[in-house]
Each structure stands twice: as structure tokens, then as C-alpha cells.
């Protein structure tokens, strides 16, 4: 079976930065499920691993265009510490959940600097921006069931998918 759209694709994977720094890989023995065609994964890899076989083990190189995207500077923001009412300590790496200025939703922000009064906030993904390494070999492909197909991502037995959806119909374990 190759990987094509609508298949569920497992693979063991070793995600490193330019310096060759590994930040992040799959736990042992735990290989990541996506499914292929929906934008599960970011789309250099997905684009990579269109048409592999279980087994196959590739190297896949990303500029940030294709990996988690480019910086964008419109969403580094300073804010007063005064934003941060009832927080005990205002840390760098705290991240929050941020009102859109046009109210529609939510964005998750990171704390990128603290300096006495003025906070930096970061709405990019910690990723964005970096040149990625992908080492990845693959594990099993299936098809995907009619539900999955519905809600366009992979449903784990001991994974919540973390979409209300599936919680609700007694997907998830929690
Ligand atoms: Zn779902």
C-alpha cells in the first residue's frame, strides 16, 4: 500500500534544526499517526511522503515556508505587565490563550521576553520561521474510516483527538 490521500500513515520520525539540534521525535516505539491529504502535518512533509511504502525511510529537508511558515512580525507584540493581572509570575515560555483584536476567536501566545514592565508576546508557532531536518521512517499505512474521513484527522484509541466532536461521541478517554 503507498501513501495517497484518505490513507492513515504511522511513522517514526527525529525532527532537528539547522545546527543539527533534535527538537522533537516520535517516543519509542510510539510513531505519529496523520491523515494523508487533509494538512495534519506540515506540508513539506506530507508532500514528501506522498507515495511511500511502509519501511521507507527518508530524510526530508524544510525551509520554513514549507515546515511551520515564515516569522511573522505583526504578531510579536509588547504589551504592559498590567495585561497579566492575577498572574503570579509573568515568565518567558508562559502561553496564553489571547482574544483577537477583532474579537473572533482565540490565538495561543507565548511570553518571549519580560522586561520590568514590558511583556513580549509571540502568536507564531515556536517553529515558525526554522529551516527542519525530518528523519522519518514509515510504520504502517491504512485505510482511514468513514469518520475519520468526516472529521478529517486520525482517530487513536488512546489518543483524545482533542476535537469536541469525537469527545462528545465517546472517542476520547477523557
Ligand atoms: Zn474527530
Keep these: 500500500m503507498q501513501i495517497v490521500d484518505h490513507k492513515v500513515v504511522s511513522f517514526e520520525y527525529s525532527l532537528s534544526n539547522e545546527a543539527g539540534e533534535v527538537l522533537d521525535s516520535s517516543e519509542d516505539g510510539k510513531p505519529l499517526l496523520y491523515l494523508h491529504g487533509e494538512e495534519n502535518i506540515v506540508p513539506g512533509l506530507e508532500l514528501a511522503l506522498e507515495g511511500k511504502s511502509v519501511g521507507d525511510k527518508l530524510k526530508v529537508s524544510l525551509e520554513a515556508a514549507d515546515a511551520y511558515g515564515e516569522l511573522d512580525p505583526a504578531m510579536i507584540e509588547t504589551v ?7 498572574v503570579d509570575n509573568v515568565e518567558v515560555g508562559m502561553e496564553f490563550q489571547a482574544e483577537l483584536p477583532d474579537g ?48 478529517g484527522h486520525v482517530h487513536n484509541d488512546d489518543d483524545c483527538c482533542g476535537e469536541k466532536e469525537c469527545c462528545g461521541e465517546g472517542n476520547c478517554s477523557d
Design 80 to 86: 504592559s505587565a498590567d495585561m497579566f493581572d492575577g
Design 104 to 151: 473572533q476567536g482565540f490565538q495561543f501566545v507565548r511570553i518571549t521576553e519580560v522586561d520590568g514592565d514590558n511583556v513580549t508576546v509571540d502568536g507564531n508557532h515556536p517553529m515558525a520561521g526554522m529551516s527542519l531536518h525530518f528523519d522519518v521512517k514509515i510504520t504502517d499505512i491504512r485505510e482511514a474510516t468513514a469518520e475519520e474521513l468526516e472529521h
